[in-house]
């Protein structure tokens, strides 16, 4: 089994910045992928952006340019730098890691954007 602790939410005024950051613990393999998605009250939840243990990035077009992704493969743990924030992004933020044929989550962190 696998464990995701998030952290790193809260509010913030838009056009302002937060860093969500995630901590894996537990049988972690040296290839897989993880990321983040997030789910808005009434919608369904969507990819946010995702980085495999090789680098490779993944970005919702909705994000493009103002997220960033980023991972320690040492530490087991995967970032999100949101720049631009805007009211559409409020939301729930899950970290998600993928390995094998498992799919692991964590608890989520909301955040929300003041217009």
């Known amino acids: 089994q696998v464990q995701l602790v998030e952290s790193g939410g809260g509010l913030v005024q838009a056009g302002g910045s937060l860093r969500l950051s995630c901590a894996a613990s537990?049988?972690?393999?040296?290839?897989?992928?993880m990321g983040w998605y997030r789910q808005a009250p009434g919608k369904q939840r969507e990819l946010v952006a995702t980085i495999t243990s090789g680098g490779s990035t993944i970005y919702a077009e909705s994000v493009k340019g103002r997220f960033t992704i980023s991972r320690d493969n040492a530490q087991s743990t995967v970032s999100l730098q949101m720049n631009s924030l805007k009211p559409e992004d409020t939301a729930v933020y899950y970290c998600?890691?993928?390995?094998?044929?498992?799919?692991?989550w964590g608890q989520g962190t909301q955040v929300t954007v003041s217009s």
């Open positions: 998600n890691l993928k390995q094998l044929a498992a799919v692991y």
């Open positions: 537990g049988s972690i393999f040296s290839i897989n992928t």
